[in-house]
Nanobody
Framework: QVQLVESGGGLVQTGGSLRLSCAAS????????MGWFRQAPGKERMFVAA????????EYTDSVKGRFTISRDNAKNLVYLQMNSLKPEDTAVYYC?????????????????WGQGTQVTVSS
């Protein structure tokens, strides 16, 4: 059983930056592909970014390409989401998720473990 705890959310102005962190425990972190999702009020949980077990490959939803970067530190059991040039439409609760299968995946149902989420609010 893997436990995931997100941190780093907050309130930021348009154009600002935040770095989200997700700390994993209870499993062998390097055996999991990791993903970030977000959920705005009244909307479905949506894919943001994912990274493979090794960290060599990542993918992003189109709306964040060039602004967000996912990375991981397997020695510290951490995955990060660096968010730059933030926009009001990035406002959401951001969730970290772990996937036991190989590769990166975009669907909520592909992930086995989830954190509780961290709120990101971008003011205009």
């Amino acid at each position: 059983q893997v436990q995931l705890v997100e941190s780093g959310g907050g309130l930021v102005q348009t154009g600002g930056s935040l770095r989200l962190s997700c700390a994993a425990s209870g499993g062998t972190f390097s055996r999991y592909s990791m993903g970030w999702f977000r959920q705005a009020p009244g909307k479905e949980r949506m894919f943001v970014a994912a990274i493979t077990r090794s960290g060599y490959t990542s993918e992003y939803t189109d709306s964040v390409k060039g602004r967000f970067t996912i990375s991981r530190d397997n020695a510290k059991n951490l995955v990060y989401l660096q968010m730059n040039s933030l926009k009001p439409e990035d406002t959401a609760v951001y969730y970290c998720a772990a996937d036991r299968s190989v590769g990166t995946h975009r669907l909520v149902r592909d992930y086995d473990y989830w954190g509780q989420g961290t709120q990101v609010t971008v003011s205009s």
